[in-house]
């Protein structure tokens, strides 16, 4: 597609449940990152892979978070068990890997509400 | 390691003057620094960048920035302020041409009054 495409959009999940969150990214995008979005505040950084490798999960929260890129494109973000601290946007961005401008071009986000 | 922080949480201006959006940065390397737009409901764009050219930098939509070392500063500004220039901004800093360590400022919402 022309861009990052990630659904659902939006996500309500009860106390306890698990949730899976998908990214598109850009057709022959090789880097690709997930952050998180709280109310009100800026992207945190979660992860990041390169194709299918994830070079970088310092951000990820605790164990309850596991991401995966299993063919080097589409991209799983899940929550396992998840609590209400979990509420926020997750946002998906690819990058090409030549040239590296440092640009991110990111998704609109999976608003996820945990109740 | 790096770091943004953006001196206002909310700027309020009137239509047709000037925006100036602040913001400061810390970095142990030759940085890269970005801004950012959030429209509701919208994906983050990318206004403009600096990656050690000039240190005056254009963006779309009338958008420039400054990148001054001496005061580790790289504010957003615009000569004359547009009602869709409302939205959020953010500030970002990288490791010059690493996008892997992207850190975000916490965001200026700019508010355009009629």
């Known amino acids: 597609g022309a861009g990052v495409s990630q659904s659902p959009r939006y996500k309500v999940a009860k106390r306890g449940q698990d949730v899976a969150l998908r990214c598109d990214p850009i057709s022959g995008h090789v880097s690709l990152f997930w952050y998180q979005q709280a109310l009100g505040q800026g992207p945190e950084f979660l992860t990041y892979f390169q194709n299918e490798a994830q070079l970088d999960k310092s951000g990820l929260p605790s164990d309850r978070f596991f991401a995966e890129r299993p063919e080097g494109s589409v991209s799983t973000l899940k929550i396992q068990r998840t609590q209400q601290e979990d509420s926020a946007v997750y946002l998906c961005a690819s990058s090409p890997d030549r040239p590296n401008t440092g640009e991110l071009f990111f998704g609109e986000g999976s608003r996820l509400t945990v109740l | 390691a790096q770091s943004v922080t953006q001196l206002d949480s909310h700027v309020s201006v009137s239509e047709g003057t000037p925006v100036l959006l602040r913001c400061n940065y810390s970095?142990?390397?030759?940085?890269?620094l970005f801004w950012y737009v959030q429209h509701p409901n919208k994906g983050l764009q990318l206004l403009l960048k600096?990656?050690?050219?000039?240190?005056l930098v254009k963006g779309i939509n009338g958008f420039e920035a400054e990148f001054k070392k001496s005061e580790t500063s790289f504010h957003l500004t615009k000569p004359s302020a547009h009602m869709s220039d409302a939205a959020e901004y953010f500030c970002?800093?990288?490791?010059?041409?690493?996008?892997?360590?992207?850190?975000f400022g916490a965001g200026t919402r700019l508010t355009v009054k009629p």
């Open positions: 970095s142990s390397y030759s940085p890269s």
């Open positions: 970002v800093v990288s490791r010059m041409y690493n996008n892997n360590d992207m850190r």
């Open positions: 600096y990656t050690s050219a000039a240190t």
